[in-house]
């Protein structure tokens, strides 16, 4: 079974989030909006295959990434989230909540071994 197939997401912590989207925009030329920017790409096996990735500055007072105390998340695609979850509770790997479901994939938070959390997706 395939696990992580790439990696969907950059999240991290700043004082000021528009502030930080703002500068990327002004110096770098990253299009940002309200939840930072995305970065759209095609596989290289299949031209027709999409992907994306998500660049997101977060307010440094966000708890969404606790009980992690980093000043990151990592957000890593994959292709069948629940049968990885159930392989991921058989080794024991501590997740963090239930699978929840958009209109845009399924989600799931675990921790790595030095409690890092992380957050696997699903894309539709």
């Known amino acids: 079974m395939k696990r992580v197939t790439g990696i969907g997401g950059i999240f991290f912590k700043c004082k000021d989030p528009v502030k930080m989207k703002e ?12 939840y930072g920017a995305t970065f759209d790409w095609k596989e290289m096996s299949d031209s027709n295959a999409k ?10 007072t966000t708890e969404y990434f606790e ?21 991921l509770k058989k080794e024991e790997v501590t997740i ?3 699978i929840a479901v958009y209109d845009f994939g399924k989600f799931v938070h675990i921790l790595d071994l ?3 959390k992380v957050e696997l997706w699903e894309p539709k």
Do not use: C, Q
């Open 51 to 60: 992907g994306s990735l998500t660049w997101s500055p977060t307010k440094e």
């Open 23 to 34: 500068w990327y925009k002004t110096h770098l030329g990253i299009d940002t909006n309200d």
């Open 96 to 98: 963090l909540d239930e």
């Open 67 to 87: 009980p992690s105390k980093r000043e990151f998340m990592i957000n890593y695609t994959v292709e069948n989230l629940e049968a990885l979850v159930e392989e």
């Open 114 to 116: 030095e409690g890092n």
